[in-house]
């Protein structure tokens, strides 16, 4: 969800964004299209020419090849984006146990603060 929020240089920004809508608005259009042009090549298969029918059946194979390929590639470079993010982007605390010979209240002497732990922060 950091990564969502924050995911580097804006033009990755943007990139993601984009990739983002254009998913969202693409797959249903491909759904759809794909459909009509199944259920185009049946009807022609039924009242029509077979040729028809054949073009149709290509052109929906094509239509889904060209959408999985961008889909699959896009997926990818957003994939590298976010481990190279992830590796310059950890967050790491640690922790130390309290000492059993030093009293509790000559703790914040020693600068052994108790740790207050924020939520989104992973213990290691």
């Known amino acids: 969800l950091q990564w969502l929020r924050n995911p580097g240089p804006q033009h990755e920004r943007r990139t993601l ?20 042009c199944l259920r185009g090549a049946v009807d022609h298969l039924h009242f029509s020419s077979r040729l028809e029918a ?16 961008w889909t699959l590639v896009s997926f990818r470079y957003h994939c590298r ?7 310059t982007n ?9 000492s059993a010979h030093v009293p509790h209240n000559h703790q914040s002497l020693l600068g052994l603060q108790p740790l207050k732990r924020n939520s989104k922060e992973t213990i290691v």
């Not at 984006?81 to 590796?87: A, D, S, V």
């Not at 950890?90 to 309290?98: D, W």
């Open 54 to 69: 054949v073009g149709l059946i290509a052109l929906t194979v094509a239509l889904f090849t060209i959408y999985l390929f």
């Open 17 to 36: 964004f984009g990739d983002m809508v254009c998913f969202l608005f693409i797959t249903p259009l491909a759904t759809i299209s794909g459909w009509l």
């Open 90 to 98: 950890q967050r790491v605390i640690l922790l130390t146990p309290k």
């Open 81 to 87: 984006l976010y481990n190279e993010w992830r590796q």
